[in-house]
């Protein structure tokens, strides 16, 4: 029944390592989010794709990378993980464009 | 480009008083959309409420109220007679139609209510 998981829950690491987070909507939506939500739990953008085309990429290093192998997945792998990564990364997915978007439980990523 | 300001950055209240958040935002656009979010201490994020910038009209969802003025650029949400599991932090956010599907989210209010 759930509309948008991901998965691991949590993720403890460390530095210097690579790591993918995985996510999956079953509602049949067109587009697919990464958000990351810091210590302050400010919510920022990271990638945005629509039709597993990659229409937005905000100013993300680029060790991080999304891949959205159809619709319904949208992952996001890190490589060389930093203790800056560590965050909240929510997934989410709207039907199109501009459509309300619905978050998935977050990912809570430790980097030691 | 698009801001969004919630200046309170926390509000504490005693359970059954009414609480209003404030929303300010900022956009040049003339088509833009407007979110409320709660996220609750398990963490997760909770949709409330999505309004278009061409229907102004206040709604109210049980003891939940939205009030969208475009003269001050405010969406403030307003909780009734409030109890303890509206505990959480609250986010407004915006997205515009030039920006595509962007949402900007304001830094948030944690409503504490209190037994």
């Known amino acids: 029944d759930t509309a948008v998981s991901q998965t691991p829950k949590y993720l403890v690491t460390q530095m210097g390592n690579d790591k993918s987070i995985k996510c999956e909507q079953n509602?049949?939506?067109?587009?697919m989010y990464w958000y990351k939500q810091d210590s302050k739990k400010f919510l920022k953008i990271m990638f945005s794709?629509?039709?597993?085309?990659?229409?937005i990429n905000e100013t993300v290093p680029n060790r991080f990378s999304p891949k959205s192998p159809d619709k319904a997945h949208l992952n996001l792998h890190i490589n060389s993980l930093e203790l800056g990564d560590s965050a909240v990364y929510f997934c989410?997915?709207?039907?199109?464009?501009?459509?309300?978007?619905?978050f998935g439980p977050g990912t809570r990523l430790l980097v030691l | 480009a698009q801001k969004v300001t919630q200046a309170q950055t926390e509000i504490s209240v005693v359970e059954k008083e009414d609480v209003t958040l404030d929303c300010v935002y900022e956009?040049?656009?003339?088509?833009?959309?407007l979110f409320w979010y709660k996220q609750p201490p398990s963490g997760e994020l909770v949709f409330l409420i999505r309004?278009?910038?061409?229907?102004?009209q206040n709604e109210i969802s049980g003891r939940y109220s939205w009030n969208f003025q475009k003269s001050t650029s405010s969406f403030n949400f307003t909780i009734t007679a409030s109890q303890v599991v509206d505990s959480a932090v609250y986010f407004c956010?915006?997205?515009?139609?030039?920006?595509?599907?962007?949402?900007?989210f304001g830094e948030g209010t944690q409503l504490t209510v209190n037994p």
């Open positions: 956009t040049r656009d003339t088509t833009y959309y």
């Open positions: 309004r278009n910038s061409f229907d102004e």
């Open positions: 509602l049949g939506h067109d587009t």
């Open positions: 956010a915006l997205s515009e139609e030039t920006s595509g599907s962007r949402l900007t």
């Open positions: 794709y629509n039709n597993k085309e990659l229409i």
């Open positions: 989410a997915s709207s039907q199109d464009l501009i459509q309300t978007q619905y």
